[in-house]
């Protein structure tokens, strides 16, 4: 694997720029009865004030990792600029790089990443671990204030595959490792991880376990942190290595501290993960059921009887009719209703075992099937949803996602409160989409999608949205994010969820493994 | 529920007094023949030191909770000095009862429980919380020097189920519930917790949390951490309120720091749990399998294949060999091999699909089924080891446990390991049999129970015994407890198994939480 010639995104779009397009003609008709549509060309390489790192440091680092591995050059300082939340997008596509790192290091091994962190407490240096740079809630926006400067670093060297355990069934990656680079390894195994956030191909190992993500297979192979089985991590007070069975008494499990700790803890420089074999069948389909309330039911009764498909997702009213621009998808003309998709991945006698058992559950519920079609059509677009939303910038219309999880017996009111929450806050016209992707026995995650006419300020009109959402969230007494992290725009909700102790318990731990604070500052951590 | 009436265990022995009797009459012979017996009797209810703690704190800690729950007379306080480990019940039964408590208080409300720990704070009080008095690592003895008195905290009166969700099948139970009270109220609802470890007549709810317990139906239940949602605890600096939604990526998850923190940390005033709904049909069976090896594999293909009954479990050859004083339990006469336990709970469809999915299983690997009267022997004696433990030290036979967890591919070196490390320290005549009772996709559990004849000082002597033991599992990379805690006996190893960081950041939470050091000082942190 050349780890050095992976494409990179550009640093105000998401992906491939190969992938990159203009709105497809039919659907410019659509966003243009809506909205209304502007041409909104984005700043192209915005140039960046010089790197305010002294010298002398800059070449200790290069003695360290060599010349070639310590970068200030402006394309790869913006390229580890912020992340790709749709406010990161609009600040670089304003031109806005007041974020960019005074220098890029790329270490090539844990003893590396410990020897720049020495260097950077001693030249109190803040420090962003930096993955695939697919963070979407800031926290790849360290704070700049009080240091001599701000560090990426980089793991984009750090790809390999450590070890493989078949009859453990667990291997040891690296976390520079992309979702596709990662399964491609395990894949010469004969083995997959089966994580696939929508960032999946971009997305790297580290950033997955760094942000507790969730991926798209959850209700099959279940959420990233519970795929981990170790870490390894180097912090400035030393290293820790913690995972050594699959089940322990022995004390709080700290793996549970770095999980979620997004490098504000240390730099997580391995992970082993839980991994299967391969499937050998796999197989998507689509059920309509008359109401939002009814397909949640019906995926709480699948949760709580064992019975969860490998994959399984339903649609609201609002994105199932969207999804209907092409109506011979779901079951054809006047489908309406709400799709859910369900998917099955494993030996063809386990999927035919298990889509039986889903079946009859679903039918018995009210569920109306409408075939293989649906489900192929949602694998083949699943990772494309942050290229539209480029193609819908480019025009004026913001769009943005959020999400949140709750216990079943408060979805209702959660889908209800973010949803006005919302439309009160983006105002006319604006559409409010939301899906529901990660089912547990005792609750489900709400994920939201959002577009809306771009006001004169859309950084403040999104901002706007988004404190109403959260505020909903934590009145409902649900979680601030299911899966997209803290960063540094979740840190006042955080408070609220875990409370003030909870706080001073985080501060407590990032004092202990960072006393001088340099990594990942102004992250996390109220 | 008349939670003053409950039975109250011997100082010194397991249990139900009026369940305790004489070893067995043909037990006797097989244990005479083997170690000799010698007759031990206990001292009977040793005197104890008046209490330490000055009379006007204790007045101050009545008009708190009332005269009635402010106890120093000796009786109470024995018994809740200690656990129920055999150095613990060879320490009563010797008469030393120096780790008696000086008075046992008994708040019945969150509120009551933080006041006690602010009267702690303010006369440096050690606080031990109390819930079933079943601990087996020393979890019970708290560092007695440098505080002014050490007060139990017996949250015998804390024994509501607080609330019911039906429809998120979520449950939130005050700590001082013992197991079988839990699922009585549990019960009333149609619900089941399904947590069983071979404590649970006497064991609490607060403990299993606070010792991250294991129960017999692990594999269909899961262990008691990952039954888990939500956590209130009364902390010296206030109250944490943990658990919001069924999954989140709100930072570190300070559940997990909470759970297994054996009361050093704070008092889990309530905990919400998973539940489900209560089985209508159970069935357990035995399995016969050529050698400790084979049956293993087997469980591994089990649980690799996502086809764990509800309970599994494996005996070595020396533990089969022992159940088989009953030779028509399992199969006859010239049984051997290794015995295998699977059991199913559920409804009768689910019960009867999980199970020929697993005969198919078994039957293909070699397995030799041998019917349901293995399996209804192990369920109803399942609770009755303890027991059988008093009446082997009234003869003068060393018995205890010990148990580890290890990934599959250690398993075999583990096994071999330990058991000679025990072999070797306790000598002739002694015995190592062991058991699999929890697995998982990466791993199992390895469980030992060892009887030697008692020698001169049998404290010493089991010292030996668990030094060799658990430096063996340390070595082999392994846990040194996989469901019972650190407490002080298992302090040495874990500084080994987390290492020096991740002792410092215990300390560090530890600091935060209780900065007086008053929460059972001495237990859990090195």
């Not at 969230?473 to 909870?502: N, R, V, Y």
């Amino acid at each position: 694997m050349a780890s050095n010639q992976q494409t990179e995104m550009h640093p105000s779009r998401w992906g491939d720029p190969a992938r990159a397009q203009d709105l497809p003609e039919e659907a410019r008709g659509l966003v243009e009865l809506v909205f209304g549509t502007t041409d909104r060309p984005a700043v192209v390489d915005p140039p960046l004030a010089p790197s305010a790192i002294d010298p002398a440091v800059l070449a200790g680092l290069a003695d360290l990792l060599g010349p070639d591995h310590v970068r200030t050059d402006d394309q790869t300082r913006r390229l580890r600029t912020r992340g790709k939340s749709t406010p990161d997008l609009l600040r670089m596509r304003s031109g806005d790089v007041s974020d960019a790192p005074d220098a890029v290091v790329r270490p090539s091994t844990h003893d590396e990443v410990a020897a720049v962190l020495a260097l950077a407490v001693e030249h109190h240096l803040a420090v962003v671990p930096f993955g695939g740079g697919t963070a979407v809630t800031g926290g790849l926006v360290a704070r700049r204030e009080g240091f001599a400067g701000v560090l990426s670093l980089d793991l984009v060297r750090m790809k390999r595959l450590v070890a493989v355990d078949h009859t453990s069934m667990t291997a040891t990656l690296e976390p520079g490792l992309r979702g596709p680079e990662a399964e491609a390894l395990l894949a010469a195994e004969g083995l997959v991880l089966g994580h696939y956030p929508q960032s999946w191909e971009y997305a790297s190992i580290g950033g997955f376990a760094a942000t507790r993500s969730s991926g798209q297979s959850s209700a099959g192979y279940g959420r990233f942190d519970a795929l981990v089985v170790g870490l390894t991590v180097a912090t400035p007070r030393g290293r820790l290595d913690l995972g050594t069975a699959p089940a322990t008494a022995a004390g709080p499990d700290l793996r549970q501290l770095i999980l979620g700790s997004e490098g504000a803890f240390g730099v997580i420089t391995a992970v082993t993960v839980r991994v299967r074999a391969r499937p050998t069948t796999t197989l998507y389909e689509g059920w309509r059921w008359p109401s939002f309330t009814e397909g949640a039911a019906a995926m709480r009764t699948l949760a709580q009887s064992s019975l969860l498909p490998t994959v399984i997702r339903l649609s609201d009213e609002g994105e199932t009719a969207l999804n209907l621009a092409d109506p011979g998808a779901i079951g054809g003309e006047g489908a309406a209703g709400c799709l859910m998709i369900t998917g099955f991945e494993g030996t063809a006698a386990a999927v035919a075992a298990k889509r039986a058992a889903v079946t009859a559950v679903l039918t018995e519920l009210g569920g109306d099937p409408v075939g293989e079609a649906a489900g192929e059509k949602w694998v083949h677009g699943r990772f494309d949803a942050p290229y539209l939303r480029d193609s819908m910038l480019d025009v004026g219309v913001l769009v943005e996602t959020l999400e949140t999880a709750t216990f079943w017996s408060g979805v209702d009111r959660l889908y209800a409160d973010v949803k006005s929450a919302l439309t009160a806050a983006l105002g006319d016209p604006s559409i409010v989409l939301c899906h529901i992707s990660h089912v547990y026995e005792t609750g489900c995650s709400l994920y939201f999608t959002v577009a809306a006419k771009e006001a004169d300020d859309p950084l403040a009109q999104w901002h706007r949205a988004k404190v109403a959402a959260s505020d909903a969230m934590i009145a409902a007494g649900a979680t601030i994010t299911h899966h997209h992290a803290i960063g540094t725009d979740h840190k006042p909700w955080l408070a609220q969820e875990i409370g003030p102790l909870g706080v001073s318990v985080l501060r407590a731990v990032k004092a202990d493994l960072d006393p001088t604070g340099i990594l990942n500052p102004g992250v996390l951590v109220p």
